[in-house]
């Protein structure tokens, strides 16, 4: 009974934890980070052609600790880039970066199939990461990151890339048609 006790209460002080939320730390004051972070913007070369379609919506909230990044694809938000500012301490500011849903049915469709496709999802994310990343750091953009997921998508997604043929119904259909 007394092992019990323990895991359970173990267990709870565990769930009493609360895990960092993602993104990273930067030894960065907030001001330095804002103002960093005023010059990101959406890597749309991840999107292809229809990245030439996309408007870009930047918005800030809660004293500009929220900022968000709405993609608007003829006319209708798709979905939401957030990044949020959390200051750690005076020094060190964390960054965290979320797709969220944009408003309107196309946006609710496009994050449904999103979160269906989450390998999509985390070559978009990672772009985004990235610019956050290079924009903080004072650095050029690398789609080194971004390559990884943008390899694990292209191979999932092979059927719809590179659509197969059947060759072996053409060489039916051309056996049948010669033996008349």
Request: charge should be negative.
């Amino acid at each position: 009974m007394a092992r019990l006790l323990l895991i359970f209460l173990s267990a709870l002080s565990l769930a009493a934890c609360k895990a960092p939320p993602p993104g990273e730390t930067y030894a960065l004051d907030e001001a330095t980070v804002k103002a960093r972070l005023a010059e990101a913007e959406v890597p749309l070369m991840v999107f292809g052609e229809a990245g030439a379609k996309i408007d870009v919506e930047r918005s800030e909230e809660d004293d500009g600790r929220k900022i968000s990044w709405a993609l608007v694809y003829d006319g209708d938000e798709m979905f939401r880039y957030l990044a949020t500012i959390a200051p750690e301490t005076p020094t060190a500011t964390h960054v965290s970066v979320q797709i969220m849903p944009g408003e309107g049915d196309k946006a609710q469709k496009t994050y449904a199939r999103m979160k269906a496709n989450a390998d999509i999802a985390a070559m978009y994310g990672q772009a985004m990461l990235e610019e956050v990343d290079s924009k903080i750091e004072q650095r050029r953009f690398s789609m080194a990151p971004v390559y990884q997921k943008m390899m694990v998508a292209a191979f999932n997604h092979r059927d719809h890339i590179f659509p197969r043929t059947d060759s072996t119904s053409n060489s039916s259909a051309k056996s049948s048609e010669s033996a008349d």
